[in-house]
T-cell receptor
Framework: DQQVKQNSPSLSVQEGRISILNCDYTNSMFDYFLWYKKYPAEGPTFLISISSIKDKNEDGRFTVFLNKSAKHLSLHIVPSQPGDSAVYFCAALDNTDKLIFGTGTRLQVFP | DAGVIQSPRHEVTEMGQEVTLRCKPISGHDYLFWYRQTMMRGLELLIYFNNNVPIDDSGMPEDRFSAKMPNASFSTLKIQPSEPRDSAVYFC??????????????FGPGTRLLVL
């Protein structure tokens, strides 16, 4: 059973528009969430994180929103750029400090 | 720093053969993680080490899988015997751990394993 779910396997967005990637989790004890980005033939790289004491964290074009009551978080990229095309993994830190990853969403940003 | 180094980058083997994946973490990092990526389950943690000691191997799927970390700069993940369902991308990651455990993990490029 997946504790962290990314229900959209892929997303296609035009350059300059907003990309919204969604993630749901089932364990209300999760208190720290991260997004990793992965390019083909490379390992995932850390992108942005958020603690459960916040509902928003922003870093340049990337913003993560957390809705604890809905057990939902989202990553917004605005404006989207072709270089953002990658697979994005949502992850949660469990109570043993292990990362629980989702299955990923492949984002394609086209010109 | 060269980052996390994994070898081989690609491995094709036949069912029943032994497979050994290798990882060199970033120098100075005291945590090392082995992950497996599949389409169905995404990134799954298999095992992790702290200061060369295995801490949690609950993600190791079967006894066919074993991992070692003989020193701070080297770890292996072994599958014996390998099966077609083991085909996946295997990632190694390392981090400098701290009290909060929220430190960024740095991933290697992965080993793509295909078991025929």
């Amino acid at each position: 059973d997946q504790q962290v779910k990314q229900n959209s396997p892929s997303l296609s967005v035009q350059e300059g528009r907003i990309s919204i990637l969604n993630c749901d989790y089932t364990n209300s004890m999760f208190d720290y969430f991260l997004w990793y980005k992965k390019y083909p033939a490379e390992g995932p790289t850390f992108l942005i994180s958020i603690s459960s004491i916040k509902d928003k964290n922003e870093d340049g074009r990337f913003t993560v929103f957390l809705n604890k009551s809905a057990k939902h978080l989202s990553l917004h990229i605005v404006p989207s750029q072709p270089g953002d095309s990658a697979v994005y993994f949502c992850a949660a830190l469990d109570n043993t400090d292990k990362l629980i990853f989702g299955t990923g969403t492949r984002l394609q940003v086209f010109p | 720093d060269a980052g996390v180094i994994q070898s081989p980058r690609h491995e094709v083997t036949e069912m029943g053969q032994e497979v050994t994946l290798r990882c060199k973490p970033i120098s100075g990092h005291d945590y090392l993680f082995w992950y497996r990526q599949t389409m169905m389950r995404g990134l799954e943690l298999l095992i992790y080490f702290n200061n060369n000691v295995p801490i949690d191997d609950s993600g190791m799927p079967e006894d066919r899988f074993s991992a070692k970390m003989p020193n701070a700069s080297f770890s292996t993940l072994k599958i014996q015997p390998s099966e077609p369902r083991d085909s996946a991308v295997y990632f190694c990651a390392s981090t400098l751990g701290g009290v909060t455990g929220k430190e960024t993990q740095y991933f290697g490029p992965g080993t793509r394993l295909l078991v025929l």
